[in-house]
């Protein structure tokens, strides 16, 4: 097998390392973190396939490149969901889920004022990747917990057989790699 995957996304090419999740599946490597040219690109060419937004949401991980990029070009708020309870927090909303790349249960957390901020809101949730939708699922029980609804659900890569998903938007599939 190849040790990278070559991917087309936002009219650029990115050459993804390929890496062992277990025995039986490897994952193409999507990493925006330190790649601008990449963050900006997507960004934008995910704003002009989403619905009408108030507010992103997305979960404190590799997310947070893309959402805070949205926020930035669209000049709409963005909400990220910490790893667990912090100082600030007067009143923190946990929610734990589970991710192909993370191994173990993950909590996310936000403060009962993100809650409010929601409240009434159209919210797009915001990731990089979705894979298996466990992320996703937690975002939305966190929007759940506000009056907002939740108009869309996006990401750079769909991967895997969230590609056939309809629900979701997203700029490119990215394959699984079995053996």
């Known amino acids: 097998m190849a040790d990278t995957y070559t991917l087309h996304v936002a009219g650029l090419t990115r050459d993804l390392p390929i890496c062992k999740v277990n025995d039986h599946m490897d994952i193409a490597a999507f990493i ?5 040219e990449l963050t900006v690109a997507c960004a934008e060419a995910l ?10 949401l997305t979960a404190e991980a590799k997310g947070i490149p893309l959402a805070y990029e949205m926020a930035r070009q669209s000049g709409k708020q963005w909400i990220p969901a910490r790893k667990g309870p912090k100082l600030y927090m007067r009143e923190p909303v946990i ?4 991710s192909i790349t993370t191994a173990g249960k993950q909590t996310l957390v936000i403060d009962k004022k ?9 919210i797009l949730i915001v990731d990089d990747v ?9 975002l939305e029980t966190l929007a759940a917990k506000s009056t907002g609804t939740v108009v869309g659900r996006c990401a750079a890569l ?8 309809t629900d979701i938007i997203f700029l490119e599939p990215l394959p699984l790699f079995f053996h």
Do not use: Y
């Open 47 to 56: 704003l002009k396939k989403c619905p009408e937004f108030d507010v992103i």
């Open 130 to 138: 979705i894979s298996t939708g466990g992320s996703l699922h937690a």
């Open 158 to 165: 769909a991967e895997g057989d969230a590609s056939k998903r």
């Open 32 to 36: 925006m973190f330190s790649d601008v």
């Open 114 to 122: 993100d809650i409010e901020t929601m409240n009434g809101k159209r």
């Open 95 to 98: 929610i734990e889920d589970q």
